[in-house]
């Protein structure tokens, strides 16, 4: 029995050490980046991008791989550096202004604040991988230059094969998908900045 006892120590210790060596790695954080497209004119002076709504099976620091045959997958070690909808909005900012460089593009959740000349709000209903591999963006946009009017309605799907296998190839056509998503929204806005 004493020698049992004075074992316990030293066995408490090399439990210790054998479950810290299986603890998991820290995640593999990613980013999306933004994408150049095409410059407009004329488009509003002020553009005001709203909160980004995402279906709610995206809200997750891990990355969702898939949503097909019913089921989730999603990546346990590979997550996102912020949450997605706030990075769905910078990366969208910075394309909308690339596109549009006569107009000022803010986010509703910054610091910086203005009277818009229109404003964008967006609903994403998926970003996930289909069946035969390829990042699907589903997304509604709507633009609004007078709340008296009703909004420029349009429903988006762009379906992007991924350059290179895993999570890395993924979030590459997430960046292309939002920035055919920016390419979408951009004659919406000079549209209705011409009519207007």
């Not at 994408?35 to 969702?64: C, D, F, M, T």
């Not at 349009?154 to 998908?177: D, L, M, Q, T, Y």
Request: with cysteine.
């Amino acid at each position: 029995m004493s020698v049992r006892l004075r074992h316990l120590p030293f066995a408490v210790l090399l439990l210790v050490a054998m479950l810290a060596g299986c603890s998991s790695p820290d995640p593999v954080l990613y980013t999306l980046a933004p994408a150049a497209g095409a410059v407009y004119r004329g488009g509003p002076k002020v553009v005001l991008l709203y909160q980004i709504a995402i279906a709610h099976y995206l809200e997750r620091s891990e990355i969702v791989r898939s949503s097909e045959s019913y089921r989730l997958a999603v990546a346990q070690n590979d997550w996102w550096g912020e949450p997605l909808g706030a990075m769905l909005s910078r990366v969208l900012v910075e394309e909308l202004g690339q596109r549009l460089p006569g107009s000022i593009v803010i986010a509703d959740n910054g610091a910086v604040s203005a009277e818009p000349d229109a404003t964008v709000e967006l609903n994403i209903e998926r970003l996930d991988q289909d069946a035969a591999g390829d990042l699907v963006l589903q997304a509604q946009a709507a633009v609004r230059f007078d709340r008296r009017e009703p909004p420029l309605l349009r429903n988006f799907r762009f379906a992007v094969p991924p350059p290179a296998p895993g999570v890395v190839g993924e979030v590459a056509a997430i960046s292309a998908a939002v920035g055919k998503l920016a390419d979408g929204i951009v004659p919406m806005l000079t549209a209705g900045a011409l009519a207007g």
